[in-house]
C-alpha cells in the first residue's frame, strides 16, 4: 500500500475542522542483497535498503549450505569479530552487513529481513506474515596458492641495471584462463599470458619504477587470484615550482612531485637566515596539501617583508630522502608605477640642475638695466683734426 495523505472533515461544537493523517505504507525493499563468490581471506558486504511507513526495521540471518530450514541471527562481533552491522534510518532504513577474513565456514544464505508491523516481535504470531526476506547465497572457495619472488629494493648501486619479478601458481581447485601483471592498480600493457609461472622484467631500474606490481590469475568460474610484490625505491623529486613571482596580498602556491615507493612523507621548511623553520597549518595563512607523490603549499595574502625567500619541500620515506627548493619573490604594489617614477625622478633632478645652475652665474655676466643697451665709443683722431681746423682759421 502506498503512503497517502487523507483530509477529515471533523464537526466540533459546530465548527468544522480539517484534520490531516497519513495512512500507513507496509514495508517494502527499494535494494535487496546479491549473491556473490569470493575465496578465502576476502571480505564481503551485503546490502539492503527498506522503505515503508513507520520507518522498518531491519536484521539479519544466516543458514548453512542446504540447511536452509535452521536459520540464525546474525549479531555485530560474531564469528570472532569478523562480523559486522551497521544501520541507518531515516527516510529509509539501510543495513549493511560485512565479514572479513572469509573461511570456508562462511559459505550459506544470507538473509535481510523488514517490518514495521507493530506486533513483529510477538512470539505467538507468524514471522512468514510480519516480515518480508530477501536472501543471497555467499559460496566461498579455497584461496589458491601462490608463489611468487621477494620485494625488491632499488638503490644507487642498482641504478640503470635489471630486475625480474615472477609468480607461480602451484594449487588451485579450478583450471586458470590467464594471467597479467597490474602495476599499482593498472594493468602492464603485453602481460597477459596462459602460463601458470609468469615473471615481469625491468631492463633499466629507476625510481619510477617503484611501486606496487602484482600478478592476477583469471578462472572461468571462480574469482581472480592474485599476490602482490613490493619494489621499493628512495623518493626522487621530478618536478617543482623553481620560483614563484607575486605581489603583496596576492596567494601564492609552490608545488613539489616526486617518484619512488612506498609514498613519501611530504614537509615544508622555510629559510630564516641559516636555518630552516617548519611550516605547519597552524598559522592560518599557510596550507600544506599532501596526496601519494604529490605535495602543495599554498600561501595566504602575502607580507612583503616576511614571506619572500627560499621554500625547501623534502619527501622522505624508509628507503632515502629527497629534497628541492622554490624561490617566492613577493613585489611591491607599487611596482607597475616605478617606471613612470624613475622618469620622474631624473626629470626633477634635470629641473633642479638648471635652476642651480642658473643661479649660480657670475655677476658680470648678468647686464645692467640701467646702463646703455651699446657702449658708446668716442673717435680721439676726429677730435684732433677739428681742434687744428679751428685755429688755422683764426690766422
Known amino acids: 500500500m502506498h503512503s497517502r495523505t487523507a483530509v477529515v472533515a471533523v464537526v466540533l461544537l459546530g465548527h468544522a475542522m480539517l484534520l490531516p493523517f497519513t495512512w500507513a505504507q507496509n514495508a517494502g525493499f527499494v535494494k535487496s542483497p546479491m549473491s556473490e563468490i569470493k575465496l578465502t581471506g576476502d571480505t564481503f558486504e551485503l546490502y539492503c535498503d527498506v522503505v515503508g511507513n513507520p520507518v522498518p526495521e531491519i536484521q539479519w540471518w544466516y543458514a548453512e549450505i542446504n540447511r536452509a530450514d535452521s536459520f540464525k541471527q546474525l549479531w555485530g562481533g560474531a564469528r570472532k569479530r569478523r562480523v559486522t552491522i551497521n544501520t541507518a534510518h531515516g527516510a529509509n532504513c539501510v543495513s549493511v552487513l560485512g565479514i572479513t577474513r572469509l573461511t570456508l565456514e562462511d559459505s550459506g544464505t544470507y538473509e535481510c529481513r523488514a517490518s514495521n508491523d507493530p506486533k513483529r516481535n510477538d512470539h505467538r504470531q507468524n514471522p512468514a506474515l510480519s516480515w518480508i526476506r530477501a536472501q543471497a547465497t555467499i559460496t566461498v572457495l579455497q584461496k589458491p596458492k601462490i608463489n611468487a619472488s621477494d620485494q625488491i629494493i632499488l638503490s644507487a648501486e642498482t641504478h640503470a641495471q635489471p630486475f625480474t619479478i615472477w609468480c607461480n601458481l602451484t594449487?588451485?581447485?579450478?583450471?586458470?584462463?590467464?594471467?597479467?601483471?597490474?602495476?599499482?592498480?593498472?594493468?602492464?600493457?603485453?602481460?597477459?599470458?596462459?602460463?601458470?609461472?609468469?615473471?615481469?622484467?625491468?631492463?633499466?631500474?629507476?625510481?619510477?619504477?617503484?611501486?606496487?606490481?602484482?600478478?592476477?590469475?583469471?578462472?572461468?568460474?571462480?574469482?581472480?587470484?592474485?599476490?602482490?610484490?613490493?619494489?621499493?625505491?628512495?623518493?626522487?623529486?621530478?618536478?617543482?615550482?623553481?620560483?614563484?613571482?607575486?605581489?603583496?596580498?596576492?596567494?601564492?602556491?609552490?608545488?613539489?612531485?616526486?617518484?619512488?615507493?612506498?609514498?613519501?612523507?611530504?614537509?615544508?621548511?622555510?629559510?630564516?637566515?641559516?636555518?630552516?623553520?617548519?611550516?605547519?597549518?597552524?598559522?592560518?595563512?599557510?596550507?600544506?596539501?599532501?596526496?601519494?607523490?604529490?605535495?602543495?603549499?599554498?600561501?595566504?595574502?602575502?607580507?612583503?617583508?616576511?614571506?619572500?625567500?627560499?621554500?625547501?619541500?623534502?619527501?622522505?620515506?624508509?628507503?632515502?630522502?629527497?629534497?628541492?627548493?622554490?624561490?617566492?619573490?613577493?613585489?611591491?604594489?607599487?611596482?607597475?608605477?616605478?617606471?613612470?617614477?624613475?622618469?620622474?625622478?631624473?626629470?626633477?633632478?634635470?629641473?633642479?640642475?638648471?635652476?642651480?645652475?642658473?643661479?649660480?652665474?657670475?655677476?658680470?655676466?648678468?647686464?645692467?638695466?640701467?646702463?646703455?643697451?651699446?657702449?658708446?665709443?668716442?673717435?680721439?683722431?676726429?677730435?684732433?683734426?677739428?681742434?687744428?681746423?679751428?685755429?688755422?682759421?683764426?690766422?
Open 171 to 395: 594449487t588451485t581447485d579450478n583450471v586458470p584462463q590467464e594471467s597479467f601483471w597490474m602495476k599499482n592498480g593498472v594493468e602492464i600493457d603485453t602481460t597477459r599470458t596462459k602460463n601458470k609461472d609468469t615473471s615481469h622484467r625491468i631492463n633499466k631500474a629507476k625510481a619510477d619504477d617503484a611501486g606496487e606490481y602484482m600478478c592476477v590469475y583469471t578462472f572461468e568460474k571462480a574469482p581472480n587470484a592474485n599476490t602482490t610484490i613490493e619494489v621499493k625505491a628512495a623518493p626522487d623529486i621530478t618536478g617543482h615550482k623553481r620560483s614563484e613571482n607575486k605581489k603583496e596580498g596576492e596567494n601564492a602556491t609552490m608545488y613539489c612531485k616526486s617518484v619512488g615507493y612506498p609514498h613519501p612523507v611530504w614537509t615544508w621548511r622555510k629559510l630564516d637566515g641559516i636555518f630552516y623553520t617548519d611550516i605547519d597549518n597552524s598559522s592560518g595563512r599557510f596550507f600544506i596539501t599532501n596526496r601519494d607523490n604529490y605535495t602543495e603549499l599554498n600561501v595566504l595574502n602575502l607580507d612583503i617583508t616576511t614571506d619572500p625567500g627560499e621554500y625547501h619541500c623534502n619527501a622522505t620515506n624508509m628507503i632515502g630522502t629527497s629534497g628541492t627548493t622554490t624561490i617566492l619573490r613577493v613585489r611591491s604594489l607599487l611596482a607597475p608605477l616605478w617606471p613612470f617614477l624613475g622618469v620622474l625622478a631624473e626629470v626633477i633632478i634635470l629641473v633642479i640642475i638648471i635652476v642651480v645652475y642658473e643661479k649660480r652665474k657670475k655677476p658680470d655676466e648678468i647686464m645692467d638695466d640701467d646702463e646703455p643697451a651699446v657702449p658708446i665709443k668716442t673717435n680721439s683722431t676726429n677730435n684732433h683734426k677739428e681742434k687744428n681746423i679751428r685755429q688755422r682759421n683764426q690766422k
